[in-house]
Structure formats: structure tokens, C-alpha cells
């Protein structure tokens, strides 16, 4: 037997709006979750868990779930009546482009000119333009062409997707459970390292929990998990749509930090207490208290990459001199475990004001790991490389080149800078000499460390020599 979704001889019923909704959110690196703007994204990742209360009038019926999410799963959405109905069949609509309107087909709803009087009452069927279809009791269908307003007398009428239920069940108040899947929702990570006044390198280390909602609706004081990794997720690309959007006030902050544990492959952080997730907002949370650890500071001279030509590089050419950037970098060890996110290194000046010295992403970084990102181009330090030697035997099938690599500093403070040369012409290579012990040799970087005073010049030289077998030319 067919069980119609499209409310006929049934009786249309509505839910409650959801009390205290459970969200487990998963970690996102979209940047357009994140960005101002009110339209609903298709980023991002949540499981809602929402309570329900539905009123049954008893036997076969359609009962319709208002206040969902324009982005949830259509095809993941979960309802258990607790033994109270049997849900024979379900459809989700969604607004989409006929918009808000669109989500409420199969509805009850009564519609009003400009003077307030009624124009139609009944089950709105159709949405064509700006043209409304109503079946009325008699099972006519009335098209209202020109209207001041249309009310939803057995819902909500939100804005949204609506989820139609058809129903048989016994007559009464009945508690359900609804658990969907949904995009619009995500959180990231925000780090903020202050660099402390003193001569060794210390940093205090704030994190934050940015919580991004643009899904289509609001969530009231709702309980939040959050969850750090990378899942594997199977979506297709729903598209933004263009939705309405309403105002809500921010709830009180937790009281305590996010308790940790472990979930399968990832990390969960429970959110202490209730938060509210207004639509189109991003809210943050403290995620650790705030430490002081241990720090480097670093300035990287690089030339070159990691890359080896399929045979011996014997041209003379290429690039072989010229002015480089010195690229400030920040390390220190993971005193917690550190979801992906974005770190922001600031620093005290003169004036007593907190300035960005520069910000990167960094990833899921497990406690005691490394974090090491780059600041940005230092304006006091430069460097410049030139070829001081290059010669090639072909007989001996051997060749030596070698290099001079000058460093300025024009700042107040003197900076050790790490020139990291990648030897590329050939993969069998050999340090011939070198004005100072190299501090890393690879099989394909070599990393000097040189002093460079304040205000003054650094100098290094060294020279290398490549060899290569019969097969390899």
C-alpha cells in the first residue's frame, strides 16, 4: 500500500520547536564557514541530537517537523518515536530556491490580503513564482496570485528544511529523538602566542575554540562537542541557499575549560554547561588554559628545493646569484594536544600596544609535538649569493662549484640566521671545505648557522663536489 507524504485526507500536525539540542561538531578548514555573511554554506560537518514533542491525533497521519536546517544530510535524517508511532514513510523538503515558502509544502496555512482579509485556508500544495496553490477542505485548489502575508496556525513556520512524517501511531503526546547530519556548522582552532619581554625566548600560548554556524538556523542553548581530526566524509555539493536570517542574543560562556578524551581515531572536547549558536555567527570558547613555554626564534636564509635532475646538471648557467629573503620563524613543543587551526605570534611595543608579528596554520599536532611556523619576511636581515668557483672534469666525470653567501643586519640586535643550500646538480655530492661547520647535512640540504652582528655583515663560503658513474649521464 502507498503511504502519500502529501497531506490529503491526513491530518497535518507540528512539533515544539527543540529544547536544549546536543551538537557534536567536527573540525573544519573552510575559510567561507568562517567569512561574515548570512546565506547558509555547505561546509562543515555536525551530528544534531534534538528532543521533539509531537501530539497525535491517532491512526494514519502526517506529522510535520519544522525548524531544520537548510543544509542537513536529506538522506541521513533520523526519527524514533520511542514506541509510540510507527513512521511508515519520510520526506524532507527544503526551501531552496522558491525559498522559505518551498520548505512548508504540504502545510496548513492560511493566507491574507493587504486589508487582512482572508484569501485561503489549506494545505499551501504548490509555489509558482509569486503564486501560491492552497487545497482547501473541500479538495479544491485555490491560486493566490497577490498577498500581504501567509501564517502557519499549526507551526512555525521557520525558515529552513521540514521534515514530513507520515505516521501510525496512537493518539497522545508522544517524545521523539532526531538525530541528522548537517553542513553550515564547523570549528577551528584559534591560537594566539604573546612573546614575553626577556632574553631567552618565552611565549604565553592562548587557545580558542571558533565555532562557526551557517547552517540555516539557530541553536539555543545547546550542548557542544567538539571533535578534532579529520573523518572521512561522503557528501555531494548541495550549493548554498539563500535564506533569512534572525537575531538572537548570546548566552552566558561556560564556566569551565572543555573536558578532553578520546573518540575512536580523534579527540572530542565537551563544552561545559549550554551555548547558544545563533545563525550566521561564529562564537569562541576558551579550549586550554593560557601557559607559558619555551621558544625559538629562527631566521632562514633557503636557496633552492629539494630536487635532483634525472642526469648531471653540467651547465654553467642558472640561477646562481642574487638577493634572498631571511624568513622569521617561531618553534616551541606542545605542552597539550593541539587541534589544526590558525596561530597568531603577537609581540609588545614600545608603547605597551600587542602587533602581529605574522600567523599561519598549523595541523593537528599530538602533546610533545613540534610547532613550527613561518612569521614573514624580516625587514632588518637580508642576503645575497653569489658563485665564487665552478669547474668540471669530464674525464673523471667530476665537478666543483662554490658559493659565497653574504648576510646584512641593519637592526639593533644581532641574529643568527640558518643558510640552508641544497647541492641539486647531481644526487652524489661531497662538502669540500667550508668557512664554518655546517650544523645539518642531509642528502640534500646543508644548514649553516652564521652570526650576523647588529648593524653589520656575516659571511660564509663553501664549495662542493659532484660525481657521477658512466650510467648516470
Not at 228 to 256: H, I, L, T
Request: aromatic share 6%.
Amino acid at each position: 500500500m502507498r503511504h502519500a507524504l502529501l497531506i490529503c485526507a491526513m491530518t497535518a500536525l507540528t512539533t515544539a520547536a527543540a529544547a536544549q539540542p546536543a551538537l557534536t561538531i567536527y573540525r573544519s578548514d573552510s575559510d567561507t564557514l568562517f567569512e561574515a555573511g548570512s546565506a547558509p554554506v555547505a561546509d562543515g560537518h555536525a551530528i544534531v541530537h534534538e528532543r521533539r514533542t509531537l501530539e497525535l491525533a491517532g491512526g494514519r497521519q502526517t506529522v510535520v517537523v519544522d525548524g531544520l536546517p537548510a543544509m542537513l544530510d536529506t538522506e541521513a535524517v533520523a526519527i524514533d518515536l520511542g514506541g509510540a508511532g510507527r513512521v511508515l514513510a519520510q520526506r524532507v523538503v527544503a526551501a531552496g530556491d522558491a525559498g522559505v515558502l518551498a520548505a512548508h509544502r504540504g502545510e496548513r496555512v492560511q493566507v491574507f490580503g493587504d486589508d487582512n482579509r482572508p484569501l485561503a485556508d489549506g494545505v499551501l500544495v504548490a509555489i509558482d513564482g509569486g503564486s501560491l496553490g492552497v487545497r482547501g477542505a473541500e479538495g479544491r485548489i485555490s491560486y493566490i496570485r497577490e498577498f500581504a502575508r501567509v501564517e502557519f496556525p499549526e507551526g512555525s513556520g521557520l525558515p529552513g528544511s521540514t521534515l514530513q512524517l507520515a505516521v501510525d501511531g496512537k493518539a497522545g503526546t508522544a517524545p521523539a529523538t532526531l538525530t541528522y547530519p548537517t553542513s553550515g556548522l564547523g570549528w577551528r582552532a584559534a591560537y594566539s602566542a604573546l612573546l614575553q619581554d626577556g632574553s631567552n625566548c618565552t611565549l604565553r600560548l592562548e587557545a580558542l575554540a571558533s565555532i562557526a554556524n551557517r547552517s540555516g538556523r539557530d541553536y539555543p542553548a545547546a550542548a557542544l562537542k567538539l571533535v578534532a581530526g579529520s573523518p572521512n566524509f561522503a557528501r555531494y555539493d548541495r550549493g548554498p541557499r539563500p535564506m533569512a536570517m534572525k537575531a538572537m542574543a548570546a548566552g552566558a560562556a561556560p564556566e569551565s575549560l572543555p573536558e578532553q578524551s578520546a573518540l575512536g581515531d580523534y579527540r572530542s572536547y565537551a563544552i561545559d554547561g549550554s551555548l547558544d549558536l545563533p545563525d550566521a555567527s561564529v562564537t569562541q570558547v576558551p579550549l586550554y588554559a593560557g601557559r607559558e613555554l619555551a621558544c625559538e626564534r629562527r631566521w632562514l636564509l633557503e636557496t633552492g628545493g629539494a630536487w635532483f635532475p634525472p642526469k648531471p646538471m653540467l651547465a654553467p648557467d642558472g640561477f646562481q646569484a642574487g638577493d634572498g629573503p631571511v624568513v622569521g620563524q617561531l618553534g616551541f613543543t606542545a605542552a597539550e594536544n593541539l587541534p589544526a587551526g590558525t596561530l597568531r605570534v603577537l609581540a609588545r611595543d614600545k608603547d605597551g600596544r600587542t602587533e602581529l608579528l605574522g600567523e599561519s596554520r598549523i595541523g593537528d599536532t599530538a602533546k610533545g609535538g613540534r610547532v613550527d611556523v613561518g612569521l614573514g619576511v624580516a625587514f632588518d636581515l637580508a642576503g645575497h649569493r653569489e658563485r665564487t668557483a665552478f669547474s668540471i672534469d669530464q674525464a673523471a666525470r667530476e665537478m666543483n662549484e662554490g658559493f659565497r653567501i653574504t648576510l646584512t643586519n641593519s637592526g639593533e640586535v644581532a641574529r643568527t640566521v640558518t643558510v640552508r643550500e641544497h647541492p641539486n646538480r647531481w644526487r652524489a655530492w661531497t662538502l669540500l671545505s667550508s668557512s664554518q661547520k655546517p650544523d645539518r647535512q642531509t642528502p640534500d640540504t646543508l644548514d649553516f648557522r652564521v652570526a650576523v652582528p647588529a648593524g653589520g655583515k656575516a659571511t660564509l663560503d663553501y664549495a662542493v663536489k659532484y660525481a657521477w658513474a658512466p650510467k648516470d649521464e
